[in-house]
């Protein structure tokens, strides 16, 4: 069915929403602060509004995706809401999206956060995924009308759900970042190939070492970090070494050492008999 629906914020991720609903039929209305970002959208159907007041007034779903809640609350603020479906796309805090959540509710309007787990050139596409939360009246009138964006996971009525789930992923992400990097500067410390050495050991090694999380994520929650595999005690002398060949090599030590530091900590307190996942207990 098609929808009307309107966006705010007209940046990279604002454009590609925009591009991906109009392919998926839908009638969409766009306002950016700088208009000329909407010149092509507009050649491929989008309707320009004039002001963030109107684009707001042309329908009764509002996607708004811009830099951060700030720039959120400085569009909106002077815009009536009311009867309106406010879905909230900006990167923010848990915090930022509960005190907007009451913010739009004040103001007569329902409002679902979210969590884009995609790069502009990922929407649309079979990796994309948004994390919904907020009002689970506004989401399910909507689901069908979003799924084209992405593949859509609705966490639950508090707002701040899907900022928490977002950062989460991202958290998991940097780490891998830096396991990642670390790997490549300690054989760029020898001139060795990258690229090969990402594609084929790497990212193989990281995916299987990945499969052992959702184990330990049980052991965290059943306070329980007894293994059968490399006890921290193990890992507290594989770090040694590790760190000890980085200095060696020339390599980088910033991203490892936090590591070290909390696996050392936690075999002094008494658990090196532990599995890599009692070292939560030290963050
Ligand atoms: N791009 C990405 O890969 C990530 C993927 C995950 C989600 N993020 C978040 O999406 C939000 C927007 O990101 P973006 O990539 O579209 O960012 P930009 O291309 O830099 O566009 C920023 C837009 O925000 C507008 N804007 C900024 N400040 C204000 C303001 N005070 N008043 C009105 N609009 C404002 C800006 O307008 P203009 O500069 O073009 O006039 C752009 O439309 C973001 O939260 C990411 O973390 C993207």
């Excluded at 859509?152 to 009525?157: I, N």
Aim: glycine fraction near 10%.
């Amino acid at each position: 069915m098609s929808e009307s629906v309107s966006i705010i914020g007209l940046g990279l991720m604002g454009r590609a929403l925009a591009e991906t609903l109009l392919a998926a039929g839908h009638r969409v209305t766009v306002w950016n602060r700088s208009a000329a970002k909407a010149d092509d959208l507009v050649a491929k159907g989008a309707t320009r509004a004039a002001t963030a007041a109107e684009a707001v007034e042309a329908s009764p779903l509002v996607i708004v995706c811009v830099l951060d809640y700030a720039a959120v609350h400085e569009i909106l603020d002077p815009v009536p809401l009311t009867g309106k479906v406010v879905l909230n796309l900006t990167n923010g805090r848990p915090a930022e999206a509960r005190e907007t959540a009451r913010w739009v509710a004040e103001r007569g309007g329902d409002y679902v956060d979210g969590g884009i787990m995609a790069v502009p050139q990922m929407v649309g596409g079979p990796g994309a995924l948004i994390l919904y939360s907020g009002s689970q009246t506004a989401f399910d009138r909507y689901e069908e009308t979003l799924r084209p964006l992405a593949r859509p996971h609705y966490l639950g009525t508090d707002a701040g759900l899907a900022p928490l789930y977002d950062l989460a992923l991202l958290t998991g992400m940097y780490g891998q970042i830096a396991g990642a990097l670390s790997a490549m500067a300690l054989l760029r410390s020898e001139n060795r190939p990258l690229t090969d050495f990402t594609a084929s050991l790497l990212v193989p090694w990281l995916t299987a070492m990945a499969g052992l999380q959702p184990a330990w994520a049980a052991a965290i929650e059943a306070g329980e970090h007894a293994t059968e595999v490399s006890n921290l005690e193990v890992n507290r002398v594989g770090m040694a070494n590790l760190v000890r060949a980085f200095a060696e090599q020339g390599a980088g030590l910033d991203l490892l050492l936090p590591m070290k530091k909390i696996i050392d900590d936690r075999v002094a307190r008494g658990h090196g008999a532990e599995g890599l996942s009692g070292l939560i207990e030290e963050l």
